[in-house]
């Protein structure tokens, strides 16, 4: 049996015959194993850079979707003397997430910047004070923007 | 037959090949469940958000005129009003804040906060306000008195802010166009108004005891103690009026044959009370005092609900049950003619310390006369 068996490898590596089957057989199997080990890592990169890109934008969008605030009032007054300079302004959390206040703009022009964190259901007050006075009687447009990007904003008027 | 399948060497390219296309067909298709998942995940956010929104857009609170009533001052330095509200949105609101500016004052002090709560200042209750529900009060308790403002003519904004964020404003005192002019069967005083038909003056006397009209008093014999009875209405629709014992019906006799002018005072009594002398009870402004109670606002097209009280006058002197005659003079049944003044004294609201004094120009009567 053994004796049969050496025999048989020995006719195998000195036969020529099917010598091109054998090499096409093993470059066919090389070139599909690097081919598809290519596509395998470049379809795993491109599937992950699309997941995390979506997977940011499902975040930030669902992030910026839960907040909603409100401005309760705008109250002019006159902190300082009487140059009517001061308009304080309440903003009430009514989403479902923290919110937090980057900028408030009167009449299109900034007069305030920073970060005021207000909690669910909380309210807070941002003061403010103008670069000028505010007229009795005028109508003021105040936007109050959060760092998500929402933006609350409306007309308020003066006191007589 | 598996020995044959291993043993051969074709087709392993296409196997493998089958292979990593069922590996990235998987992946594909693993990562657009995930995305469905996400998109799901997003989508039912942004329907919780868009439900917030709708039930925020649902909110409607109507104040109901005058806004605020039932004035009182519990304490020194502390005020409370109730803030009449109807919800007439499709959803239960609940009140976070109330704001209330003085529009008449730029400085810090013009604006004043009112939070949810239940003890210390400047906190209201029964800020929960079911759909459909009219005449809802919130009860206010704060440092600023709303009853002096108003009647000094201090214009404020009441803004109410709810918990989802909506906010509901309103100009107090809301402005109110004046009754039409024309011929009306009663008179108005301040808050007081007396109705003039055949019932809204009565008597009663010894002889007399079941309530009979005064206008013309036959068979009044010269002595005869007698007791007024006088239809009051409190046509203020926020607050009640306290009577003071110093409230009089004076009789001023005009003669024709002496024009004696003496005046006769009857001083009111307690309400309870029916005929002199027996059944005569004094009055006790403190413990015990007749309170006019407000009218209610009513709903367009509906007027205003009244109601009447009779305030009885029989004491000779404030604050007792001491029986009183009109002056007559002579003897026997004289005929007498008397012009009527009334004092009204009363505290406006009842509660409070604010005391008022009106002269009403009320009615004339006579006794004995034939006609």
């Known amino acids: 049996m053994m004796r049969r068996n050496r025999r048989t490898i020995q006719r195998f590596i000195i036969s020529r015959r099917a010598i091109s089957t054998l090499l096409a057989n093993v470059l066919v199997v090389t070139m599909v194993v690097a081919l598809g080990t290519t596509l395998f890592i470049w379809n795993t990169g491109v599937m992950g850079m699309y997941q995390g890109g979506a997977g940011v934008w499902f975040s930030t969008r669902s992030e910026m979707m839960k907040e909603r605030l409100a401005i309760e009032e705008v109250w002019f007054t006159n902190v300082a003397g009487q140059d009517h300079k001061n308009i304080t302004i309440y903003v009430r959390n009514v989403g479902a997430n923290e919110i937090k206040i980057a900028s408030v703009y009167v009449n299109g022009t900034q007069v305030w910047t920073g970060t005021k964190a207000v909690d669910i259901g909380q309210v807070d007050r941002i003061s403010l004070t103008l670069t000028s006075s505010w007229a009795p009687g005028c109508v003021t447009y105040i936007s109050v923007a959060t760092l998500r990007g929402n933006v609350v904003k409306g007309y308020w008027q003066a006191p007589l | 037959m598996l020995r044959r399948f291993a043993g051969r060497r074709k087709g392993i390219g296409t196997i493998l090949g089958a292979g990593y296309f069922i590996i990235i067909v998987l992946a594909i298709f693993n990562l657009i469940m995930w995305e469905f998942t996400q998109y799901d995940a997003y989508q039912q956010l942004v329907n919780q958000m868009n439900q917030l929104d709708q039930d925020r857009i649902s909110e409607n609170l109507q104040f109901l ?249 029989g004491a000779s002197t404030w604050g007792t049950n001491q029986p009183k005659a009109l002056f007559t003079g002579g003897g026997g049944y004289p005929e007498y003619e008397y012009l009527v003044l009334m004092g009204f004294y009363y505290n406006f609201p009842a509660g409070s310390q604010y005391t008022y004094g009106v002269t009403v120009p009320f009615v004339a009567i006579r006794i004995n006369t034939a006609t």
């Open chain 2, 65 to 313: 005129d005058p806004a605020l009533t039932d004035f009182e001052s519990p304490e020194s330095g502390k005020y409370s009003f109730s803030l009449a509200i109807r919800n007439a949105g499709g959803i239960t609101t609940n009140i976070a804040r109330i704001y209330f500016v003085n529009c008449s004052d730029t400085s810090p002090n013009s604006l004043t906060i009112i939070e949810k709560g239940t003890s210390g200042v400047n906190y209201f209750t029964n800020g929960f306000i079911n759909p459909g529900e009219d005449n809802h009060k919130i009860t206010v308790v704060t440092t600023l008195d709303m009853y002096t403002a108003s009647t000094r003519a201090e214009p404020f904004y009441i803004h109410v802010a709810t918990e989802r964020g909506r906010i509901f404003s309103s100009f107090y005192p809301i402005a109110q166009a004046l009754p039409p002019a024309g011929s009306v069967p009663y008179i108005d005083i301040g808050p007081l108004r007396f109705v003039f038909d055949y019932n809204s003056l009565n008597y009663t006397t010894i002889n007399q005891q079941t309530p009979a009209p005064a206008w013309r008093i036959p068979n009044l014999g010269t002595g005869t103690n007698i007791v007024f009875f006088v239809k009051v209405i409190d046509i203020d629709t926020t607050s009640d009026i306290k009577l003071l014992k110093y409230c009089v019906f004076d009789c001023i006799e005009m003669s024709a044959s002496g024009a004696s002018q003496k005046i006769s005072s009857f001083y009111i009594i307690d309400k309870n009370s029916k005929y002199p002398p027996s059944t005569l009870y004094a009055y006790d402004e403190t413990n015990n005092p007749q309170i006019l109670p407000h009218a209610t606002k009513g709903v367009p097209p509906y007027p205003d609900k009244l109601y009447p009280q009779i305030v009885i006058f």
